[in-house]
């Protein structure tokens, strides 16, 4: 069974590092897959344009997705991921910096499974990463299911 792997959705080259420097401070070691723009997120999640060919059989444990991001924001790659039957149950965190309470129910309304607000001291940052790490990389259970097959 190949190791999970992590889809970090992030625009922002600075909180790309931190959290990369977060998940190595940790311990995970999972591979990571950085995607930054909405649009390279699902090309990659559907293996199409730069990521075409990819195997879409092996898809991310869970999804680490910011909201502001150019091309196509979060919400709409949150959208789109639950309304295809390959990518509607994968888990994804929303990991930004807004704290606006539309946003937070804007989120959950579109099937996001958690929300995360990045924390400005490096440390809580590091522990947030840490938390997330062992919940959704050894605590969760995925169903078992159809959901990569494509169909």
Do not use: C
């Not at 080259?13 to 649009?39: C, H, P, S, Y």
């Not at 999640?45 to 909201?67: C, K, M, N, S, Y």
């Not at 924001?73 to 639950?82: A, S």
């Amino acid at each position: 069974m190949k190791e999970p792997v992590i889809l970090l959705v992030e625009d922002n080259a600075d909180d790309e590092a931190l959290t990369m420097r977060a998940l190595q401070k940790n311990n995970i070691t999972n591979k990571i897959v950085v995607a930054r723009d909405g649009v390279e997120a699902l090309d990659y999640l559907f293996a199409r344009g730069a990521h075409a060919g990819r195997d879409t059989g092996t898809q991310p444990a869970v999804i680490l997705l910011d909201l502001k991001l150019p091309k196509l924001d979060g919400f709409e790659v949150l959208r789109e991921l639950r309304a295809d039957n390959r990518t509607r149950l994968l888990p994804v965190v929303i990991l930004t910096s807004s704290k606006e309470q539309q946003d937070i129910a804007n989120g959950y309304n579109l099937g996001a499974n958690s929300y995360v607000r990045k924390p400005v001291d490096f440390q809580q940052f590091v522990e947030a990463v840490r938390q997330l790490g062992l919940y959704w990389l050894v605590i969760n259970e995925e169903p078992v299911s159809p959901r990569w097959s494509g169909k």
